[in-house]
DNA sequence: TTGAGTTTTCAGCAATTACTGAAAATTAAG
DNA sequence: CTTAATTTTCAGTAATTGCTGAAAACTCAA
C-alpha cells in the first residue's frame, strides 16, 4: 500500500507498523511482527530515518534503541514533502536551470528551451508555494483546506476592498 | 530525472522528449532519438496514454500514429494528480475505511485505528482541496500561489468582516 | 481480397533492486 | 579491559522489473 512515496515496500511495512503502535518499537520487535530478517530491519529503519519519518527514543535501563512515528499526523506530511522536495524537486530544478542557460543551437532546442522554462516555472511556483502554505499554522491551513474552491469569493471580495480602498492588488 | 512520479526511466524520457518537441511525434521518430527498440517505445506509449500525458493525432495522409504533449502545463499537472490519485489515494483510502469499520480485538487495535483515522482524515482532506482547487481558473490558482502565506491576512481580514456584519463563518 | 505499412504482443534474456545469514563493528555495563 | 548485547555491513542469492527481437495482429489503400 503506497509504496509510491519513495520507499519500497519492505520499509513501507515497517513504517505503517511504527505508525499505529501504541508504543515505540525496537528492531526485534518489528523483525518478529513482520518476518524480516534482522538486518532488513535495520536498513530499512535506516531509510526512515533519513526521510525523518521515524525518531529514535532510548528507554531508560535498556540499551536497545526504540522507534516511534510522530504523534501529529501533518508532521508526517511535512517532513515527506520536505524529503522529496530536497531529493527530487530541487535537482530537477537545477537541471532544467541548467538546461535554460544553454545557447539552444536550432529552432528545436530553443522550442524545447521555451517548454523548459514552462516546466521550471510551473515546478517552482508549487514547491514556493507548498514552503510558504507550510509555515502557516495547522489551524490556518484547516481552514483554508475545508474551505476548498470558496476561497476564490474570498480573493474576489478582497480584491474589491483594495479597490474601494484605493489599495493596489498583489496579484498582478 | 524524476522517475518517482509512477512511470519508469524510459518512459520518462519518451515522455521529456515528446513535451519538449516542436510537433507531433510518432514512434518510429522516438525509437530512433532514444535508441529504443520499436517494442519499448510503443509499451511507453501506450503508458502515457493510460496517464493522459499525451495526445493522440493523426495527421492527414499519414497513416502512423503521433503523439503530442498538452500545450498548457498546467494540464499536464492535473491530469498527473488526477491519475495519481485514482490509482493511488483512493486505493489506500479504501483501505483505510475497511480497516476503520472493523470491531477492535484489543487495546492496540483500538489505538492503531485510531492512527489510521487521523491518516485517513488528512488524505481525504488534503486530496478533496486538490479537487476544488484544480476546478479554479488557472489565473485563480496563480493568485492564490503567488500570496504563498499571505493568504492567512485575507482569511483574517474575512473573518473580521463576516463578524462585523454579523454572518458565520465558514470554517469551523 | 491482398498486401504493404504500421502497431502490438510476448517469450526469453538482462539489469536492477531487495533480502538474507553470517561475520564484523559498536556500545555500555561490569 | 572484557564481555555480552545489540546494530551494521556485505557478499551472495532471490525476486522483480525492464528491454529486445521476432512474430502476430491490425488497418487501410488499391
Known amino acids: ?5 519513495g ?8 513504517y505503517a507498523l511504527i505508525f499505529v503502535a501504541p508504543k515505540p518499537l525496537h528492531a526485534d520487535d518489528i523483525a518478529d511482527a513482520l518476518e524480516f530478517s534482522r538486518s532488513n ?21 535498556d540499551r536497545r534503541e526504540y ?3 510522530p504523534q501529529d499526523v501533518w ?4 517532513s515527506l514533502a520536505e524529503e522529496k522536495r530536497r531529493r527530487e524537486v530541487e535537482p530537477t530544478l537545477s537541471m532544467l536551470r541548467a538546461a535554460l542557460v544553454e545557447t539552444p543551437g536550432s529552432e528545436a532546442d530553443a522550442h524545447a528551451q521555451k517548454r523548459m522554462q514552462q516546466m521550471h516555472e510551473l515546478i517552482d511556483l508549487s514547491s514556493t508555494w507548498f514552503d510558504d502554505v507550510q509555515r502557516l499554522s ?5 481552514r483554508l483546506m475545508r ?7 474570498v480573493l474576489d471580495m478582497t480584491d474589491k476592498l483594495k479597490v474601494v480602498t484605493g489599495r493596489k492588488t498583489k496579484s498582478n
Open 41 to 61: 530491519v535495520s536498513i530499512g529503519l535506516k531509510e526512515l530515518q533519513a526521510w525523518r519519518l521515524v525518531k529514535l527514543k532510548h528507554l531508560a535501563g
Open 1 to 5: 500500500m503506497g509504496s509510491r512515496w
Open 67 to 69: 522507534f516511534e512515528a
Open 7 to 14: 520507499i519500497n515496500r519492505t520499509v513501507g511495512q515497517i
Open 138 to 142: 495547522p489551524e490556518t491551513i484547516a
Open 75 to 78: 508532521e508526517i506530511f511535512k
Open 147 to 153: 474551505m476548498g474552491s470558496s476561497v476564490k469569493t
